[in-house]
Antibody
Framework: QVQLQESGPGLVKPSETLSLTCYVS????????WTWVRQPPGKGLEWIGD???????TYNPSLKSRITMSVDASKKQFSLKLGSVTAADAALYFC????????????WGQGTLVTVSP | EIVLTQSPGTVSLSPGERATLSCRAS???????LAWFQQKPGQAPRLLVY???TRATGIPVRFSGSGSGTDFTLTISRLEPEDFAVYYC?????????FGQGTRLEIK
């Protein structure tokens, strides 16, 4: 059974870059899409972007200028970098797996809370 | 961007009752790319239904999805105590993929 675990700093200063990594166990990286979704406290879900195991990616246009996603199959992990963060980027960040192009995220990490503060 | 509007915002029902949750899209969504998630406090979302009607692995048959075009529905035939949660619809066919704002299903 696949397990995903987000890792990264819980606190980021405004204007700095948020870096998160998702570690995958119980599954290969190959042949799947890998997703980031975030949820501000008490609010709804926002799709950040998807990356295919071969490296091609699709980003939310509202964040595209600030996002870089990458995947490292050998280490069974994928990563998110979000630059120039503001208070609006404070959220619970989830990583997830899509089992196929026609399937939305069907396996999720438990999420990691990111606070943006000086 | 496709905006998904869920109704009602909150619904109060009793165990054993039937729940009908609505999701309306600002433009047409292919049936292939409409999903429903359940989220409980402190937990990640859980995929219930994808492709409008297909239950995800391990999801009980009391959960069913229907609809087409701009109007989609999640029905829970007989509510169990563990079904009280927030439900989100999600379209993943047109970027940016979007979620509805959620429907809170609470115990009456």
């Amino acid at each position: 059974q696949v397990q995903l675990q987000e890792s990264g700093p819980g606190l980021v200063k405004p204007s700095e870059t948020l870096s998160l990594t998702c570690y995958v166990s119980g599954s290969s990286i190959d042949n799947y899409y890998w997703t980031w979704v975030r949820q501000p406290p008490g609010k709804g879900l926002e799709w950040i972007g998807d990356i295919y195991y071969r490296g091609s990616s699709t980003y939310n246009p509202s964040l595209k200028s600030r996002i870089t996603m990458s995947v490292d199959a050998s280490k069974k992990q994928f990563s998110l970098k979000l630059g120039s963060v503001t208070a609006a980027d404070a959220a619970l960040y989830f990583c997830a797996r899509r089992s196929g192009w026609y399937i939305p995220p069907d396996s999720w990490g438990q999420g990691t809370l990111v606070t943006v503060s000086p | 961007e496709i905006v998904l509007t869920q109704s009602p915002g909150t619904v109060s029902l009793s165990p054993g009752e039937r729940a009908t949750l609505s999701c309306r899209a600002s433009q047409g969504v292919s049936n292939t790319y409409l999903a429903w998630f359940q989220q409980k406090p402190g937990q990640a979302p859980r995929l219930l239904v994808y492709g409008t009607t297909t239950r995800a692995t391990g999801i009980p048959v009391r959960f069913s999805g229907s609809g087409s075009g701009t109007d989609f529905t999640l029905t829970i035939s007989r509510l169990e105590p563990e079904d009280f949660a927030v439900y989100y619809c999600h379209q993943y066919g047109t970027s940016p993929y979007t979620f509805g704002q959620g429907t809170r299903l609470e115990i009456k």
